[in-house]
């Protein structure tokens, strides 16, 4: 299994709204990463997680809060959020941290009302 | 950090003929590189890595060339098909890894 999935696909959601995204992968991989995607634009990293450790925050506001539940899933908890983080959401895994092979999901494509 | 840049942000070809993405990256510090393909509505998929050490690397229908002289990457692919039409980004590590703004392929059948 290679696959990276996530979930939702799309999330609309309001300013007052707190909803979450998941990701899972059946890999092995003991790095997960998050990255935002606007359109036209490469994916920026916003978290990195080793051995279900927190070890990189891209300075990311804290309206985004991420969690590592076990070696297999990752979650990013939004609460309160601005139009502008409407984008694409992507998780990645790879065999460790800084590995440059990731795996991407899909995405969850977010929109903010 | 460092950016990564490529120098056409579109790139239109006929279905059949070569086509070469180029990068420009400015961390000389850089040791390792990646091509990455992003289809509609997809996450981005590998196609490709080279370290700093190499000058070129080549997969199937895809080769990788490096030059550190003047930090530049270049993707060529060849014999382009209508299923290579997605955006394209190198990207760079040193510290972390930095995405390149990205080229978008166009293949005419």
């Known amino acids: 299994d290679t696959e990276v999935t996530q979930t939702p696909k799309h999330l609309v959601m309001g300013m007052t709204n707190k909803k979450s995204l998941k990701c899972e992968q059946h890999m092995g991989h003991r790095a997960m990463y998050w990255y935002k995607q606007k359109a036209k634009k490469p994916p920026e990293l916003m978290f990195v997680?080793?051995?279900?450790?927190?070890?990189i925050n891209e300075s990311v506001p804290s309206r985004f809060s991420p969690e590592c539940p076990n070696s297999s899933l990752l979650n990013l908890h939004l609460h309160a959020l601005q139009p502008e983080d409407s984008a694409l959401y992507l998780c990645?895994?790879?065999?460790?941290?800084?590995?440059?092979?990731?795996?991407f999901g899909p995405g969850t494509r977010l929109t903010v009302t | 950090g460092e950016s990564v840049g490529l120098h056409l942000p579109t790139l239109s070809v006929q279905e059949g003929d070569n086509s070469i993405i180029n990068c420009a990256y400015s961390?000389?510090?850089?040791?390792?590189f990646i091509w990455y393909k992003q289809e509609s509505g997809k996450g981005p998929q590998f196609i490709i890595d080279i370290r700093s050490n190499m000058d070129k690397r080549q997969g199937q229908r895809v080769t990788v060339l490096l030059n550190k002289t003047v930090k530049h990457l270049s993707l060529q692919i060849a014999a382009t098909q209508p299923g290579d039409s997605a955006v394209y980004f190198c990207?760079?590590?040193?510290?972390?890894?930095?995405f390149g703004t990205g080229t978008s392929l166009t293949v005419i059948p």
């Open positions: 997680y080793s051995y279900e450790k927190l070890s």
């Open positions: 990207a760079e590590n040193k510290d972390q890894f930095y």
């Open positions: 961390n000389s510090a850089s040791d390792y």
């Open positions: 990645a895994s790879s065999h460790r941290d800084r590995a440059m092979e990731q795996y």
